[in-house]
């Protein structure tokens, strides 16, 4: 029994919302204890996609193992491959030619775009907005495209390797890139119009799930989802890995830490990430696209070995342990849509339940790396 | 980079990989933790550990981002005393890293104030990241591959 807001004793409702409900963005399952429509407490429930990653990559070799890194963020596979190369590359002190690391550039920003608009779109579902979501993935389903001619996977790309990337850019892919960045911006704007100008829109996301900066750091939360309470750090710049110093881009911001802040931050990248492709296409030249003379079999030297990058979630790292062997020895995936999915028993008390389902949406987890 | 910024912690680490590393035992983790916090370490990227066989490693990853720096807080237990201090105290995002550190390794966190399985159902036997862990599901390896 818990006190209502008249003052009359009412009996708290327990509601489990999933594990597999279309409004939980993957399989998570939220335990709300409700007072009327507010909650009371919010306990999320993880695992259900847990697939031991981790053990099964200890069986395979070092290259056998980046098609199970397409399987942890399945919207931004991208990412997981080259996080996870990066840190073998560390560890085998491989050095990439220098078209290769401006094709990484340029398919993970693609990727970041492509997630975002994910993240755009379907969390305007959860809050009524279908047409958002159709703009939204009608501009993902462009990226997903011009992957698909360039790896032939639309999905899970394996594209980024150890020592390289898996394929050169295909007849006529820089043109329908470019053209599609050209569309894209025009894209963008629309959308804000339509979702962000949108009166019901902004009713449903400001206010809703305000996360401090504080809590923030906290929690660990990095990403859009710290930026949009004002954090101000993203590895691009931070720690300037890759070729991403040579770039001219903007971090943005937000102020208030709300779903709204958060979802406008998404989109405010995405035309970040278009001023990125555009001038790693101007900028890169022709060369090789994978490190000559590396063996099939990597065998890095015995120690451990730690890379981050920023993915469309955050800081996504990889902690490699090897003892000298063609298989590593532990490998640990430091995932970001982890640690930000912790915030939404902090952040979800005190909304009404259908602002849960808005606040869990904003946190854009993929549970294929939220479990691993 | 590190070292300029902090000289008298410097002579504890030992730089690789361009991150400090910084052994302790279990005992001193919670204090080293602080001190780190305090001298601006106030990110935790996350907490895992690695079977060595006798041993347990505990690797916590820290972050400054102001002075680009980071440090790896590392520690050693004992496998048949698997046992920490929890650093949900400092950070309350300690907390589902630990939970997972619990589940896949068996590693318990003194002072954590919810540690239960995160990853597997909650009457699943045995820690699965354990290099001994035995599934009577799993086939074992045929030798012809």
Same mark, same amino acid.
């Given at each position: 029994?818990?006190?209502?807001?008249?003052?009359?004793?009412?009996?708290?409702?327990?509601?489990?919302?999933?594990?597999?409900?279309?409004?939980?963005?993957? +399989?998570?399952? +939220?335990?709300?204890?409700?007072?009327?429509?507010?909650?009371?407490? &919010?306990?999320?429930?993880?695992?259900?996609?847990?697939?031991? #990653?981790?053990?099964?990559?200890?069986?395979?070799?070092?290259?056998?193992?980046?098609?199970?890194?397409?399987?942890?963020?399945?919207?931004?596979?991208?990412?997981?491959?080259?996080?996870?190369?990066?840190?073998?590359?560390?560890?085998?002190?491989? @050095?990439?030619?220098?078209?290769?690391?401006?094709?990484?550039?340029?398919?993970?920003?693609?990727?970041?775009?492509?997630?975002?608009?994910?993240?755009?779109?379907?969390?305007?579902?959860?809050?009524?907005?279908?047409? =958002?979501?159709?703009?939204?993935?009608?501009?993902?389903?462009?990226?997903?495209?011009?992957?698909?001619?360039?790896?032939?996977?639309?999905?899970?790309?394996?594209?980024?390797?150890?020592?390289?990337? &898996?394929?050169?850019? %295909?007849?006529?892919?820089?043109?329908?890139?470019?053209?599609?960045?050209?569309?894209?911006?025009?894209?963008?704007?629309?959308?804000?119009?339509?979702?962000?100008?949108?009166? #019901?829109? @902004?009713?449903?996301?400001?206010?809703?799930?305000?996360?401090? &900066?504080?809590?923030?750091?906290?929690?660990?939360?990095?990403?859009?989802?710290?930026? &949009?309470?004002?954090?101000?750090?993203?590895?691009?710049?931070?720690?300037?890995?890759?070729?991403?110093?040579?770039?001219?881009?903007?971090?943005?911001?937000?102020?208030?830490?709300?779903?709204?802040?958060?979802?406008?931050?998404?989109?405010?990248?995405?035309?970040?990430?278009?001023?990125?492709?555009?001038?790693?296409?101007?900028? +890169?030249?022709?060369?090789?696209?994978?490190?000559?003379?590396?063996?099939?079999?990597?065998?890095?030297?015995?120690?451990?070995?730690?890379?981050?990058?920023?993915?469309?979630?955050?800081?996504?790292?990889?902690?490699?342990?090897?003892?000298?062997?063609?298989? %590593?020895?532990?490998?640990?995936?430091?995932?970001?849509?982890?640690?930000?999915?912790?915030?939404?028993?902090?952040?979800?008390?005190?909304?009404?339940?259908?602002?849960?389902?808005?606040?869990?949406?904003?946190?854009?987890?993929?549970?294929?790396?939220?479990? @691993? | 980079?590190?070292?300029?910024?902090?000289?008298?912690?410097?002579?504890?680490?030992?730089?690789?990989?361009?991150?400090?590393?910084?052994?302790?035992?279990?005992?001193?983790?919670?204090?080293?933790?602080?001190?780190?916090?305090?001298?601006?370490?106030?990110?935790?990227?996350?907490?895992?550990?690695?079977?060595?066989?006798?041993?347990?490693?505990?690797?916590?990853?820290?972050?400054?981002?102001?002075?680009?720096?980071?440090?790896?807080?590392?520690?050693?237990?004992?496998?048949?005393?698997?046992?920490?201090?929890?650093?949900?105290?400092?950070?309350?995002?300690?907390?589902?890293?630990?939970?997972?550190?619990?589940?896949?390794?068996?590693?318990?966190?003194?002072?954590?104030?919810?540690?239960?399985?995160? =990853?597997?159902?909650?009457?699943?036997?045995?820690?699965?990241?354990?290099?001994?862990?035995?599934? %009577?599901?799993?086939?074992?390896?045929?030798?012809?591959?």
């Amino acid at each position: 029994m818990v006190d209502g807001a008249d003052g009359r004793p009412v009996e708290e409702l327990v509601v489990n919302l999933g594990p597999s409900h279309p409004s939980t963005h993957g +399989v998570c399952r +939220v335990i709300a204890h409700l007072d009327g429509e507010v909650v009371v407490k &919010a306990e999320t429930v993880i695992g259900y996609l847990h697939r031991g #990653i981790e053990k099964i990559a200890e069986n395979r070799t070092y290259r056998q193992v980046v098609p199970l890194t397409d399987r942890l963020d399945y919207v931004g596979s991208m990412y997981a491959n080259w996080a996870y190369c990066r840190a073998v590359e560390r560890l085998a002190d491989i @050095r990439l030619p220098e078209r290769a690391e401006y094709l990484r550039v340029i398919v993970c920003e693609l990727q970041r775009i492509a997630s975002h608009m994910m993240a755009l779109g379907s969390s305007a579902a959860d809050t009524g907005a279908f047409t =958002m979501f159709v703009y939204a993935f009608e501009e993902r389903e462009r990226i997903v495209e011009l992957f698909e001619s360039l790896c032939g996977a639309r999905l899970t790309y394996s594209y980024v390797r150890p020592g390289g990337v &898996a394929f050169d850019l %295909p007849d006529g892919w820089v043109e329908t890139c470019r053209a599609f960045l050209k569309a894209h911006v025009k894209g963008l704007a629309e959308m804000d119009r339509l979702f962000f100008g949108n009166v #019901i829109a @902004r009713g449903r996301l400001q206010g809703a799930g305000a996360l401090s &900066a504080a809590d923030a750091v906290a929690f660990g939360a990095s990403g859009p989802t710290a930026r &949009a309470s004002g954090v101000d750090w993203d590895l691009r710049r931070d720690d300037a890995y890759s070729v991403y110093p040579r770039f001219d881009f903007e971090v943005p911001l937000g102020a208030n830490g709300d779903a709204f802040d958060r979802a406008r931050c998404r989109l405010f990248e995405a035309y970040e990430s278009v001023r990125i492709i555009e001038q790693a296409l101007d900028q +890169v030249e022709p060369g090789p696209i994978v490190t000559p003379g590396l063996p099939r079999l990597l065998a890095p030297r015995a120690g451990d070995a730690y890379d981050h990058i920023e993915s469309a979630r955050g800081s996504l790292g990889v902690y490699v342990v090897s003892d000298g062997s063609p298989r %590593p020895y532990r490998l640990k995936f430091r995932s970001p849509a982890f640690c930000n999915l912790q915030l939404l028993s902090h952040l979800a008390p005190g909304h009404t339940l259908s602002d849960l389902i808005v606040i869990l949406g904003s946190l854009d987890p993929v549970f294929g790396e939220v479990d @691993r | 980079m590190l070292c300029a910024a902090y000289p008298d912690l410097c002579t504890l680490f030992s730089v690789e990989f361009g991150d400090g590393v910084l052994a302790v035992e279990p005992g001193a983790l919670l204090s080293s933790a602080e001190d780190l916090k305090r001298l601006g370490f106030d990110r935790l990227g996350m907490v895992t550990a690695v079977d060595y066989g006798e041993q347990f490693e505990i690797v916590v990853r820290l972050h400054a981002p102001e002075h680009h720096a980071a440090v790896f807080l590392k520690c050693r237990v004992p496998r048949s005393e698997p046992r920490v201090p929890s650093l949900t105290a400092l950070w309350p995002g300690a907390d589902w890293h630990e939970r997972e550190t619990y589940d896949l390794f068996g590693i318990v966190f003194e002072g954590h104030p919810d540690l239960r399985r995160i =990853m597997l159902p909650d009457d699943w036997r045995g820690h699965p990241l354990r290099k001994d862990y035995e599934d %009577p599901h799993v086939l074992p390896r045929p030798d012809y591959i």
